[in-house]
């Protein structure tokens, strides 16, 4: 927002699993959460801006970029943004299918959000009481996949297809 008696505009929301820093205003809320905030309240400076601040602002980051040293030889190549967005060792499909998690003889109603021929992500309604290991049955699929639990978040769990299936 802009600070008063500031000439310039300033956003910044406090990410989770980010340490607090001396300026930070409260909890940490989630990266898209930071993003959807954002754009609500651009719409709202946005309108308020004239063609001369935008035109002030454009100068200054055009000065900006000059101050810097110029490293056009460091930056990467689009391939190499693609390989470190989507690091995982097969290509995942989104979905929203009802599926359901049995350990011990009982099972557990989950949605999986997506999969891949090495693991998924799962929502569960809470993650307390599942297993490190489990058996995924997806409806209408006569398969079912053992798997080993990777990560949580919240009501997500990551999950790794084990390579052999149970008889």
Not at 57 to 71: F, K, N
Not at 77 to 106: D, V
Not at 152 to 160: Q, S
Request: glycine content about 8%; aromatic content about 8%; charged content about 20%.
């Amino acid at each position: 927002m802009k600070p008063p008696g500031e000439s310039h505009w300033w956003w910044a929301c406090n990410v989770y699993g980010q340490p607090l820093g001396p300026n930070d205003r409260g909890p940490g809320i989630s990266f898209k959460d930071c993003q959807f905030r954002f754009k609500l309240a651009w719409a709202r400076i946005r309108a308020a801006l004239t063609e001369q601040d935008i035109s002030v602002a454009s100068r200054h980051a055009e000065q900006l970029a000059q101050q810097q040293p110029s490293h056009a030889d460091e930056q990467p190549k689009p391939e190499e943004f693609q390989s470190l967005a989507n690091n995982r060792a097969a290509p995942r499909q989104r979905m929203l299918k009802a599926a359901s998690i049995e350990f011990g003889g009982s099972g557990i109603d989950c949605v999986v959000r997506n999969i891949s021929e090495t693991g998924a992500a799962l929502e569960v309604a809470s993650p307390v009481g599942i297993p490190a290991e489990f058996i995924l049955v997806l409806p209408g699929n006569t398969a079912k996949r053992p798997c080993r639990v990777v990560w949580v978040k919240d009501k997500r769990i990551g999950v790794t297809f084990s390579q052999i299936m149970p008889r």
